[in-house]
């Protein structure tokens, strides 16, 4: 692959890359692998760009819906710049996009991370991109959880549990499963809601986040959607490497208020009904996903060097998670659930 990267790269048009000179590549690395996407680094002219390839064939234009959310955002440097799409497969077999390459290192591999400092930073960097006014290419995006909390849990069934059900139907899981959405639909308050809509990255946890001399960036916008500002950051809370304690969550709010005029209080009751809602959902694609790449319906590159062990862990995770908030009952602790997934 590295070699036909580089023959790619070396016969394109220079302003394709936004260089001068005729394109020279000095290297090609491959990077570690998102949950859908095969990473390149690649050295050309003294310049450092992403080949980022998608790895899931049943999902049409995602490459070309992350190269237009990241040109929706280049007034705003908070993300990589896009540069190239090809959707040919003419060269390779699948579509991809050429991005810029933002230095430095993911979150997780710096000192300060789990620190006050990281909550302080987090809150401001979320404040920075929620504070983006949806105008212009932005409405267009795909809009996602603007419904009541009743509607929000329901519409897990359409995301996740119809195609579950149809690779676990008559398995214990299933029915753990099953039984752990009632429960959660029951509980959810049924209340008015008016959505406070916001820009979402989709997929905001540690290693999309890189840090560069102190200053925090995001990577990765494949997700890149319209949602609720509740609902987003409630994702963060429950599913940013270990859930938020509320001495965390108080340090990240703290500095995203500063930048954000919201009703405070109202916002904080609205995160506390979401985060069970928002940690079943995560439960649900890991255990979606790992059937995917159990079952390759992935692309065989990304099947071929993906950790599934890494995926059981992940579900693993998850599922005790679920246990902890009590949407999963405490009679099944002892289930394994990797176990049941094999």
């Known amino acids: ?31 570690g692998m998102g949950a859908s996407n095969l990473n390149y680094l690649v050295k050309a002219n003294n310049k450092s760009f992403i080949f980022r390839m998608n790895m899931e064939p049943d999902k049409k234009n995602k490459s070309r819906k992350e190269f237009d959310a ?22 390779f ?12 290192k993911t979150l997780n591999n710096i000192s300060e991370y789990y620190k006050p400092k990281m909550f302080h930073k987090l809150g401001k960097l979320c404040g920075e991109l929620h504070g983006i006014k949806i105008d212009g290419g932005l409405k267009k995006l795909k809009k996602e ?43 959810t308050p049924f209340k008015k809601y008016v959505p406070d809509i916001v820009l979402d990255q989709g997929d905001f946890h540690e290693e999309n986040i890189v840090v560069n001399r102190g200053e925090y960036r ?37 500095e995203y208020f500063k930048n954000i005029d919201v009703d ?26 790992l059937l995917r790449v159990r079952d390759k319906e992935l692309h065989s590159a ?3 060097k993906n950790d599934i062990k890494g995926d059981m862990k992940y579900v693993n995770t998850m599922f005790k998670r679920c246990l902890k908030f009590g949407i999963i009952d405490k009679k099944y602790k002892d289930f394994d659930v990797v176990r049941a997934l094999r």
């Open 145 to 187: 959880f603007l419904c009541g909390y009743k509607e929000q849990v329901f519409m897990l069934k359409k995301y996740y549990l119809n195609d579950l059900g149809k690779k676990l139907g008559g398995k214990k899981l299933m029915k753990i499963i099953d039984e752990s959405f009632s429960n959660l639909h029951s509980k």
């Open 218 to 254: 995001l990577i990765d916008f494949e997700d890149l959607k319209i949602t609720d500002r509740a609902t987003s950051l409630a994702n963060i809370f429950s599913d940013f490497g270990k859930p938020f304690k509320e001495d965390q969550k108080k340090l990240f709010l703290d």
């Open 264 to 289: 405070e209080e109202d916002l904080i009751e609205r995160i506390n009904i979401r985060i069970p809602i928002e940690t079943f959902s995560v439960f649900l694609w890991s255990v979606w996903h």
């Open 302 to 304: 990304f099947i071929e």
């Open 1 to 31: 692959m590295n070699k036909e990267i580089e023959k790619y790269f070396e016969k394109l048009n220079p302003k394709k890359l936004g260089l001068r000179n005729k394109v020279k590549v000095n290297s090609v690395s491959k990077l």
């Open 93 to 104: 077999d699948s579509e991809f996009i050429i991005i810029s390459y933002i230095h430095g």
């Open 70 to 91: 990241l040109k929706s955002l280049e007034p705003y440097d908070i993300s990589p710049k896009a540069w190239t799409l090809d959707e040919s497969k003419k060269y």
